[in-house]
C-alpha cells in the first residue's frame, strides 16, 4: 500500500532525506510527495544548496586567518 506524505511530514524528514538516512521506501515516498508539489520541491533544493555552501566553506580554513588577520590590525592600532 502506497503510503501518501503530507508537507509537514516531509519537512521533517527532510534532513535525514538530504543525509541519505532514510530507508527505500521513505525516500521513495518523499520523492514522490517532491514531484507533485512545488513548495516542497522548493524547500528541498533550498536545503540542499544551503548545504552545498556549508560543506564549501567548512573545507576553507578561512575562519581562522580571517581571525589572525583582524588581530594582526587590532595591533597596529
Ligand atoms: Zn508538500
Known sequence: MEQELSCEQVIEQLLAYLDGELGEQS????????SRCRECYSRAEFERKLR?????????????RLRARIDDLLNEY
Not at 27 to 34: G, N, Q, S, T, V
Not at 52 to 64: C, D, G, N, T, Y
Open 27 to 34: 525516500r521513495a515516498a518523499i520523492d514522490r510527495h517532491l
Open 52 to 64: 552545498e555552501k556549508l560543506q564549501e566553506a567548512a573545507r576553507v580554513p578561512a575562519p581562522a
